[in-house]
C-alpha cells in the first residue's frame, strides 16, 4: 500500500542518516588553509594609511578630558561628510554609525553630534538615518547592553562607538566580568559584522595604561588603539598600538563657535623613549672599539660615558639583557643584531 510504503522509505531513510559518522564539533573550527587570504576593508585612509578595519575592536584612549570624545566625532564627521578632514579621510561611499553614550548629559551629547553634522553640511536640528546616538546614562548596565544589542542587530550598522565601555560593567577591575564583557562585543562583531570602537580611559597616576582589568583585557584583543591627548586647547591623537602599519598622529582644536578645526601635529618626545634612545646610544658607544665585553668592563664603560653611577649602570645591563638590546653568554656581553631597549 501506499501509505505503508511512504512510511517504510522515511523510517528507511532516518535509519540511513542516523547510521552516518557524526563529525565532532571541534572540526567546524578548522581553519581551511586551501581557501583565498581575505584581507581587511578599511573605513579610513589617516596620513594616506589605511587604519581602523572592518569587523575589528577598536580603543580610544586618554586621560580624563583629554578628547577622546572628540576623537570619535571628528571620525563621524569625515564619515557622514564623505570627505577629508585634515588627513582623515573616508574609505566607503556610505556609511550606518551608532554611536551609545553613557557618561555625557543629554546636552552635551546633542552639541557634540551637531558640530559632527555642521561638518557634513547637515543641518544640525534634523535626525539622519546614517547616524543614530543613543543618551544611555538613564539606564542600569543589563538595559544598557539589551538596548545596545538590540540596536546593533537591527540597524546594521558598519561602525559602532561605546563611548564609556567601563559603564558595561560593574567592576572594571573583576577579571571575569571584564572578560564576559569583551568576549561579548567580539561575539557582536562577529554575528553582526561590524567594527566597534571602545572609549576607556587610562589610569590616573600616567602610567598611560587603559583602567583596570578591563584595559588590559581590551589591549589585548583590540586591532588599533588611540591615544588622545590636550595642550593648549589642541587635541593630538597618536596611534599607540597596531596589528597593522600604525597610521601618523592627526591634531585638531574646536573653536569657537563649536566647529572643529584642523591643526599641525606638535611631536614631543616622550621622556621614556628619550631615556631609552640615550641607554643605545651609551651601549654603542662602549662596544665601539669590540664586539665582547665582560661584566666588569662593561659597567666601567657605560659609567665613563654616561657619567652615571655602578648602581645605574647595573640596572641599565640588567634592563638591556631583559630586552633583547644586549646578548649575554657565558659572563661575556655583546649587542644584539636588532637593539631594542
Request: glycine share 6%; net charge negative.
Amino acid at each position: 500500500m501506499k501509505g505503508t510504503d511512504e512510511l517504510s522509505t522515511g523510517l528507511a531513510k532516518e535509519e540511513e542518516e542516523m547510521s552516518k559518522p557524526v563529525e565532532p564539533a571541534y572540526k567546524q573550527h578548522i581553519l581551511d588553509l586551501t581557501q583565498p587570504i581575505v584581507d581587511a576593508e578599511f573605513l579610513f585612509s589617516i596620513g594616506n594609511i589605511a587604519t581602523i578595519p572592518e569587523g575589528e575592536l577598536i580603543a580610544i584612549t586618554g586621560q580624563a578630558k583629554q578628547g577622546k570624545s572628540q576623537f570619535e566625532y571628528y571620525l563621524i564627521a569625515t564619515m557622514l561628510g564623505g570627505r577629508s578632514l585634515g588627513g582623515v579621510s573616508p574609505l566607503l561611499e556610505s556609511y550606518k554609525v551608532l554611536l551609545f553614550d553613557t557618561e555625557q548629559s543629554q546636552a552635551n551629547l546633542q552639541k557634540c553630534c551637531q558640530r559632527a553634522l555642521r561638518f557634513a553640511d547637515i543641518p544640525d536640528n534634523n535626525n539622519d538615518v546614517r547616524f543614530i546616538p543613543f543618551f544611555l546614562r538613564p539606564l542600569k548596565i543589563d538595559e544598557r547592553l539589551k538596548v545596545i544589542e538590540e540596536a546593533i542587530k537591527t540597524e546594521k550598522p558598519n561602525i559602532v562607538f561605546i563611548d564609556g565601555i567601563r559603564d558595561l560593567l560593574n567592576d572594571f577591575n573583576d577579571i571575569r566580568e571584564s572578560n564576559n564583557l569583551i568576549q561579548k562585543l567580539l561575539r557582536w562583531i562577529t554575528e553582526y559584522r561590524c567594527t566597534i570602537v571602545c572609549v576607556l580611559h587610562q589610569n590616573k597616576n600616567n602610567s598611560r595604561e587603559m583602567r583596570g582589568h578591563l584595559g588590559t583585557e581590551l589591549l589585548n584583543k583590540v586591532t588599533d588603539c588611540f591615544e588622545v591627548s590636550k595642550k593648549s586647547g589642541v587635541f593630538t591623537v597618536s596611534c599607540t598600538a597596531s596589528r597593522n602599519v600604525p597610521c601618523p598622529a592627526l591634531a585638531f582644536s574646536i573653536n569657537g563657535e563649536g566647529d572643529f578645526c584642523v591643526e599641525d601635529v606638535f611631536v614631543e618626545v616622550d621622556r621614556r623613549t628619550a631615556a631609552k634612545e640615550e641607554k643605545e646610544r651609551v651601549f654603542q658607544e662602549c662596544f665601539s672599539d669590540t664586539t665582547e665585553l665582560r661584566y666588569g668592563a662593561l659597567q666601567d664603560a657605560y659609567v665613563r660615558i654616561s657619567g652615571k653611577s655602578k648602581k645605574t649602570a647595573e640596572r641599565a645591563i640588567k634592563s638591556a639583557v631583559e630586552n633583547g638590546f644586549l646578548l649575554k653568554r657565558d659572563e661575556v656581553y655583546s649587542l644584539s643584531v636588532t637593539p631594542s631597549v
